[in-house]
């Protein structure tokens, strides 16, 4: 079965985790790079950058508004950890924001940091924590009574992604199932 959003988030940390062959749809596609080892070279990361444009991919860098800046990106991402109210200053711009949150705590201040869509974790059991709780698909839709920005995260793998037809947000965000089988995921969304 085919999952079909408006919006499709793929979390990378290297731009090697993603074939961009692959993705046919025009702007529907946003990557948000989010390395905090170490960066790729500048130069892969504007060709990159480039590739993403000439296929009408959306590309956000997380946390770090001098790496987005100089590569041209369409925006930054905040993660969950990131408070701060600095990125105001780019909310009137064409450069967008992006956050990430787990709790209606973390939601309020992204919307005070002027985020246009919160990712908001975890929708589904994660393998790297299975005591962690999670919301589900029930009280994820109920959040979006708050606010129709959230995008679900965390959890989504080949086996429950048709229970994303259920979630009524415009969009969902993968991060280790894009990196495991890509080509699994990216062929269920056409």
């Known amino acids: 079965m085919f999952i079909i959003k408006n919006k499709y988030f793929f979390i990378i940390e290297n731009i090697k985790d993603i074939d961009l062959k ?6 529907k596609f946003f990557i948000i790079y989010r390395n905090y ?3 790729d070279e500048i130069s892969d990361l ?3 950058r480039q590739s993403c444009k000439s296929k009408g991919i959306k590309l956000y860098v997380a946390n770090d508004i001098k790496l987005a800046i100089s590569i041209n990106s369409d925006g930054i991402y905040l ?18 924001i992006i956050g990430s949150a787990h ?5 309020t201040i992204k919307i005070r940091q002027g985020c246009s869509l919160i990712l908001l ?4 059991l994660v393998d790297y924590d299975k005591k962690s709780p999670y919301l589900g698909v029930v009280k994820f839709n109920s959040f979006l ?3 129709k920005k959230l995008i679900p995260l965390g959890g989504i793998k080949n086996h429950n992604l048709n229970q994303l037809n259920n979630v009524f947000s ?21």
């Open 22 to 27: 692959k993705l046919k749809l025009r702007n």
């Open 37 to 39: 080892k170490k960066y």
């Open 46 to 48: 504007l060709r990159f």
């Open 79 to 96: 993660s969950s950890f990131n408070k701060g109210l600095q990125f105001l200053n780019f909310k009137k711009s064409n450069f967008g």
């Open 103 to 107: 709790n209606f705590r973390e939601i």
């Open 121 to 124: 974790s975890k929708l589904f």
């Open 145 to 147: 009574k708050v606010s």
């Open 170 to 190: 415009e969009g969902f965000a993968l991060l280790s199932e894009i990196k495991k089988k890509p080509a699994n995921i990216i062929n269920r969304l056409f």
